[in-house]
């Protein structure tokens, strides 16, 4: 059985980026949905007791699975934005081994957050931006809906969230200030270098 994954900081912690009440609805609502669906959708199933990322590597594009693709992926996107964010007050900055990488493959930290903020602002509808792992590569990419970069033998690094739900109450249709936000503040570098 899938269960809500515990927020890594107190619902309050992000504010003023994101508020408690949009993680109160994000994070309690959206994202238990998500989960409690993918336990009806599994249960007796081959999935019932398989990994999220399991789930998701196995029923993608597969049409008479794509119910529990999305509950799957979107359980796993979730847990994954959560973590790459982290509470106002604690520093966080890219390691020296990350910018290096950052600085070869953006050319600057500065680039890095620009390209990112693009490619978010480029994303038509619901989806998610990510920076992943391509080998020794990194490179920001989106992804519509529930897709993430293991469906693309992709490695993600850090995501954030465009789906309209997990910006809305505090930044109503401004896309571009909840990223600028999320990229100037509230950003967790340090899970980004776990995941490299």
Same mark, same amino acid.
């Given at each position: 059985?899938?269960?809500?994954?515990?927020?890594?900081?107190?619902?309050?912690? !992000? @504010? =003023?980026?994101?508020?408690?009440?949009?993680?109160?609805?994000?994070?309690?609502?959206?994202?238990?949905?998500?989960?409690? #669906?993918?336990?009806?959708?599994?249960?007796? &199933?081959?999935?019932?007791?398989? &990994? !999220? @990322?399991?789930?998701?590597? *196995?029923?993608? $594009? *597969?049409?008479?699975?794509?119910?529990?693709?999305?509950?799957?992926?979107?359980?796993?996107?979730?847990? +994954?934005?959560?973590?790459?964010?982290? =509470?106002?007050?604690?520093?966080?900055? =890219?390691?020296?081994?990350?910018?290096?990488?950052?600085?070869?493959?953006?050319?600057?930290?500065?680039? +890095?957050?620009?390209?990112?903020?693009?490619?978010?602002?480029?994303?038509?509808?619901? $989806?998610?931006?990510?920076?992943?792992?391509? $080998?020794? @590569?990194? *490179?920001?990419? *989106? &992804?519509?809906?529930?897709?993430?970069?293991? &469906?693309? #033998?992709?490695?993600?690094?850090?995501?954030?969230?465009?789906?309209?739900?997990?910006?809305?109450?505090?930044?109503?249709?401004?896309?571009?200030?909840?990223?600028?936000?999320?990229?100037? #503040?509230? !950003?967790?570098?340090?899970?980004?270098?776990?995941? !490299?």
């Amino acid at each position: 059985m899938f269960l809500l994954p515990v927020l890594p900081y107190e619902k309050s912690a !992000l @504010e =003023p980026f994101m508020s408690a009440k949009t993680l109160d609805f994000h994070h309690g609502k959206h994202n238990q949905a998500y989960v409690d #669906n993918l336990n009806k959708l599994v249960a007796g &199933t081959e999935f019932e007791t398989a &990994t !999220l @990322e399991n789930i998701i590597v *196995k029923t993608t $594009g *597969k049409e008479n699975q794509s119910a529990i693709f999305n509950n799957a992926a979107q359980a796993y996107n979730h847990d +994954f934005f959560w973590k790459s964010l982290r =509470p106002v007050g604690v520093v966080s900055e =890219p390691s020296a081994k990350l910018l290096e990488r950052i600085n070869k493959y953006f050319g600057s930290l500065e680039n +890095f957050f620009s390209e990112f903020k693009t490619v978010a602002l480029s994303q038509f509808g619901s $989806g998610w931006v990510w920076l992943a792992e391509d $080998g020794e @590569e990194l *490179k920001v990419i *989106k &992804t519509a809906n529930a897709d993430n970069p293991l &469906t693309h #033998n992709l490695k993600p690094v850090l995501a954030i969230d465009v789906w309209e739900h997990s910006y809305y109450l505090d930044y109503q249709n401004r896309r571009a200030d909840y990223i600028e936000a999320i990229l100037r #503040n509230i !950003l967790n570098w340090e899970f980004a270098q776990d995941n !490299l």
